[in-house]
């Protein structure tokens, strides 16, 4: 059973980071933590996941439909920052007072934490890598991976990871991000312990699925190694307790080989004409030179047919032949 969430929103970025990191660090609540400074993105969340708890300062409160985020949340906490209390039937903490106090009143109150003995909760992830890379380019790769994603979104929790230099996303999707995937690695690598804090504002969503927009601008893409990728794989599947983690690659990720060895399955995505047979020929070689052979036995090789329309919009990728075809993929190769 997953864990269960406990959400902190304060316009105020001050406040709402040290009271987050004062959980994380000194009490470590038995929940998965996810802290908003942004009205909108504690919304748009509160539409595809419950949460258990919810510390909410007053002037964000009065941002949000609140009828429909009270069905969405258990138990819900003010943090007052006027005199008056503006509805009865919520409960207020005052907000100019100790972290210790505040979280302390929260501790009483909280049913689920009658029994709790202050354990570290486990990060530990079971979370299986599917690795989707050709040497064939304009192959559909990003449509299979975004279809095949929103269709295993429907029964499980999925992160979409692409890690190609230029994706076209901000585009693709007609959104602008202020945060990438060279972000999240940045507090990966400098500050682990508050990446969780960060992810509910980096993790976008189509279609169901969830993923970090893959990078803008930078040119550090190169500079991460495979083994760091992998680390922070698993770590962001554990502060996410996601069961699958799909990585769209290209030859711009360093450490390409360690990723798709420590995938469960790779599918590779090539044509029938004869660039695309020579290039795969070379890329199977290169395996085999390498030893690499691991990686040719967990690899089925996807040839398309040819399909006489495809989903105009990618946050709708499971209708149509593709999706057809990604769902015979998914049962006899993933569950099967």
Request: contains cysteine.
């Amino acid at each position: 059973m997953s864990q269960k969430i406990m959400a902190i929103c304060d316009i105020e970025e001050g406040y709402a980071f040290r009271m987050a990191e004062y959980i994380l660090e000194k009490v470590r609540l038995p929940y998965t933590l996810h802290l908003f400074t942004a009205a909108s993105e504690l919304e748009k969340f509160a539409k595809r996941e419950e949460i258990a708890v919810l510390l909410i300062a007053e002037s964000a409160l009065r941002l949000l439909k609140q009828e429909y985020l009270r069905q969405q949340v258990e138990q819900m906490f003010v943090l007052q920052e006027t005199e008056h209390k503006e509805q009865d039937d919520l409960c207020y903490i005052s907000k100019y007072q100790s972290p210790e106090r505040v979280i302390q009143l929260i501790i009483e109150s909280v049913t689920d934490l009658a029994d709790w003995d202050m354990e570290e909760v486990d990060k530990e992830t079971d979370a299986k890598m599917i690795g989707l890379y050709s040497p064939v380019k304009r192959c559909l790769q990003t449509s299979f991976a975004l279809c095949l994603g929103q269709i295993l979104s429907r029964d499980h929790k999925v992160l979409y990871l692409n890690l190609e230099t230029c994706s076209g996303f901000a585009r693709l999707f007609n959104r602008e991000y202020a945060m990438d995937i060279m972000d999240a690695m940045y507090y990966f690598q400098t500050a682990r312990e508050k990446l969780s804090l960060r992810m509910p504002s980096m993790v976008q969503n189509a279609g169901g699925l969830d993923y970090i927009p893959p990078v803008q601008h930078s040119l550090e893409l190169k500079e991460v190694t495979g083994a760091q990728w992998l680390e922070f794989c698993r770590h962001v599947a554990a502060v996410g307790q996601y069961e699958y983690i799909i990585l769209d690659l290209d030859e711009g990720v360093n450490g390409l080989f360690t990723l798709l060895k420590n995938c469960c399955k790779v599918y590779t995505v090539t044509r029938e004409d004869a660039f695309a047979q020579a290039k795969m020929e070379q890329y199977e070689q290169t395996l085999q030179f390498n030893g690499l052979d691991e990686i040719a036995q967990k690899t089925v090789k996807c040839r398309f047919p040819i399909f006489r329309e495809l989903p105009a919009d990618l946050e709708r990728m499971t209708q149509g032949e593709l999706a057809a075809y990604v769902r015979s993929i998914i049962k006899e190769d993933i569950y099967g």
